[in-house]
């Protein structure tokens, strides 16, 4: 029954989103697309492992969608997005001090925050506003204030996730970081400065506290402990490769009653159940999804949004990455979601909302929600009057203008 | 602005890593995917698998743990051409040519069964040895077929590579079975 009203939920979300779009004369669905595919795969998921589940499931891709769509509108317009940069900045610093401070480990992950009955991850939602925060400082390039204080938040999130245990997304804002701070600086060397920053302080915190290093002591050896250390990795490469090209079928697969399959082994779970070719289709979703915002980025409406756009994907890059490859055991098993796919509301709600970014860097006629149709050439606008509508080309030529400084 | 739409392809360095990534698991998968799929099958289930002659001898078994032969010197020397072994080194032999299938792994549709699988030959393993020992190392084959249902009953080859031959025959990739070689091959020899 519930398998039946997911799935039903899920094609009515798509069916009110094509028409929504249809009536405002939208007609560009690429990243709709991508997102609701997995989002499908996603539910397939959270069928098998968690099928009591499925009513608050429902819920939370609504909810998702709505995020979506709201936030993709808040994005039209720069000055709004430029006028909440530091209460976002406060709100996501605020989440994650309280993580820090009340959070206790459930099942050994501390990254979870109870609130009246639900449980949630404050890292999932402060990566949308980590990269809300990080693209919107961009717009003045090169001045030094808005830079250290880019600098020293970044820090405040990745060592909140250090002592909250979190390493993978710590990793992921990481990443995220690098790619911002290369968009802004174009600097490669500035790269590897922070590479070999992060490298020193890794080295640092191993060798004051070794117990870190031993959580990643069994990468590459995973067979060699398969009932201790790789007890997750060994179980998630033999149920995935039991699965064959085509699976077992939905729901029929015996990995999804090893804790956490459904999050951290989730590609597996696919593999198993679906098959490889479907598990690779959902990377490659995702990898479209990369090329698509490179694409859209490059004919962006203005730095904010190409940088957001960029920084987004980096994120959900990197999740699929650590995800994927962690639970195989060609890299280190850190424990981070799949975009969309793995189940667990903050992550799915986070994904939506970093789409959103995706979506506001496109800016083909009548193709994205989150841009505004009417669009005010700059050659015929006295720069005196610039309307809300002109900044976004204020903001172009103000990127050009620094740089050339 | 033209300047960071450029840098925008920094992202594609992540996209070019997940690729790399995804191809070494699947070359990886080509690799050790039987392996992997049948590790905690064959672990937790018990699953293994027997290859028995006609009369139920056991002629090969094999488990998660240990992969065992007949006990029996004789028998194992004289069925060492239709058994085969577990590392390949005959390609003609029954463990080699349907491992895949007496494992119950596939590349493409995964695992196809869980429960232990047993598999019985028609060859007569006492038929065997005495065809062995009646050939006393001189350079030949037995083929013994019931010809009323086609059924083989006994393939022997002689002599039985020795470690010399084996050692070549590793180094060219396959070893001596006079009787599947012309003008001895079982087809020809039974339309005789």
């Not at chain 1, 709505?66 to 317009?77: A, D, K, Q, V, Y």
């Not at chain 2, 080699?96 to 596939?106: P, R, Y």
Request: aromatic fraction near 12%; charge should be positive.
């Amino acid at each position: 029954m519930g398998i039946g009203v997911a799935f039903a939920a899920l094609i009515l979300m798509q069916w009110l989103c094509y028409n929504s779009m249809r009536i405002i004369d939208r007609s560009g669905f690429e990243v709709e697309t991508i997102a609701f595919y997995l989002t499908s795969l996603g539910v397939s998921v959270a069928v098998s492992s968690t099928p009591e589940d499925m009513y608050k499931h429902i819920l939370l891709m609504l909810a998702s969608l709505l995020l979506f769509l709201l936030f993709g509108w808040w994005l039209r317009s720069l000055r709004r997005t430029e006028a909440m940069r530091i209460p976002f900045a406060i709100l996501a610093l605020g989440l994650l001090a309280l993580n820090v401070a009340t959070s206790e480990a459930v099942l050994g992950a501390r990254n979870w925050l109870q609130f009246g009955g639900y449980s949630f991850q404050p890292s999932e939602l402060v990566k949308v506003a980590y990269v809300y925060v990080g693209a919107s400082t961009l717009d003045r390039l090169y001045r030094r204030k808005n830079l250290f204080s880019f600098i020293v938040f970044s820090a405040a999130c990745v060592m909140a996730l250090a002592l909250i245990g979190d390493f993978g997304t710590a990793l992921v804002f990481f990443v995220c970081f690098l790619i911002i701070s290369f968009m802004r600086s174009g600097s490669i060397a500035t790269v590897f400065l922070a590479v070999s920053g992060a490298g020193l302080a890794g080295f640092l915190a191993v060798s004051v506290k070794p117990y870190i290093a031993q959580r990643f002591a069994s990468w590459g050896h995973v067979w060699e402990d398969v009932y201790d250390k790789g007890y997750q990795q060994t179980r998630a490469m033999s149920a995935a490769a039991s699965g064959g090209l085509f699976g077992k079928g939905a729901g029929q697969g015996w990995l999804k009653d090893i804790f956490a399959a459904d999050t951290d082994m989730v590609f597996a779970v696919i593999c198993e159940e679906l098959g490889l070719i479907i598990a690779i289709c959902m990377v490659l979703a995702v990898l479209t999804l990369a090329f698509f915002a490179v694409r859209t980025a490059r004919h962006g409406r203005s730095a904010y949004n190409a940088i957001a756009a960029c920084a987004s994907t980096a994120i959900l890059l990197t999740q699929l990455g650590l995800n994927v490859f962690g639970s195989l055991d060609i890299l280190p098993f850190t424990g981070v979601t799949f975009p969309f796919v793995s189940r667990g509301g903050s992550s799915l709600l986070s994904c939506w909302m970093l789409m959103a970014f995706i979506k506001g860097a496109d800016n083909r006629k009548g193709s994205s929600f989150a841009v505004r149709a009417a669009r005010v050439n700059p050659a015929q606008t006295d720069p005196a009057q610039y309307s809300e509508r002109g900044r976004d080309y204020l903001y172009a030529r103000s990127d050009d203008e620094e740089a050339q400084e | 602005m033209k300047k960071i739409n450029r840098r925008a392809f920094s992202v594609l360095i992540i996209a070019l890593a997940v690729i790399f990534g995804l191809g070494v698991y699947v070359l990886r998968y080509v690799d050790h995917g039987q392996d992997w799929a049948l590790y905690f099958s064959r672990a937790n289930s018990g699953s293994t698998g027997e290859l028995t002659d006609r009369n139920g001898q056991m002629l090969a078994s094999f488990s998660a743990t240990e992969n065992l032969f007949s006990e029996d010197t004789e028998a194992r020397i004289a069925n060492y051409h239709v058994t085969g072994d577990y590392w390949g080194r005959t390609g003609t032999g029954v463990l080699s040519s349907f491992w895949n299938d007496m494992q119950g792994f596939d590349l493409l549709t995964g695992t196809t069964k869980a429960e232990s699988s047993s598999w019985q030959l028609n060859i007569d393993s006492e038929l065997s040895k005495a065809a062995y020992r009646a050939l006393d190392g001189r350079n030949g084959a037995v083929l013994l077929a019931d010809y009323t249902t086609g059924e083989l009953l006994c393939m022997v080859s002689s002599p039985l590579s020795t470690r010399r031959t084996l050692r070549l025959s590793r180094r060219r990739g396959r070893i001596s079975t006079a009787a599947f070689r012309p003008p001895l091959s079982p087809a020809q020899s039974l339309s005789w």
